[in-house]
């Protein structure tokens, strides 16, 4: 098992790099710069805008702009989530609470699954 770890440790830098760069890519109208992919997606707002980038659909409700209450951050991504949800993405065992605490697999995940589902299934 500790060779799995191994190379787990040697990817996860470069999918953190690939993933931060396809994010930017997506929002990059929104005037948002993404310097550290955890910590950028914790309260929220990049997750929305990158969900109405993707949907090309409206936020359901209003957004926290500048959230500083940890659960005005959580409510945040977990629009994004339903705002995901809604145009047919399947997501396993993750919340806003998830990526609110920068639970880096499961961001990971989610972000794969973006990926795939916006980039790699669209072509």
Request: aromatic share 8%; net charge positive.
């Amino acid at each position: 098992m500790s060779g799995l770890r191994k190379i787990d440790d040697q990817y996860t830098p470069l999918q953190i790099e690939v993933f931060t760069r396809w994010v930017q890519n997506h929002i990059r109208g929104s005037q948002i710069q993404i310097t550290d992919l955890f910590n950028d997606l914790k309260n929220g707002v990049v997750l929305v805008r990158l969900a109405e980038a993707l949907t090309k659909r409206q936020r359901p409700r209003k957004l926290a702009i500048k959230p500083t209450r940890v659960f005005e951050q959580v409510e945040n991504c977990d629009m994004a989530i339903e705002m995901f949800k809604a145009d047919g993405i399947r997501f396993e065992n993750i919340s806003g609470q998830d990526v609110n605490k920068t639970e880096t697999k499961l961001i990971l995940g989610l972000i794969w699954t973006l990926i795939l589902h916006y980039s790699v299934s669209a072509s």
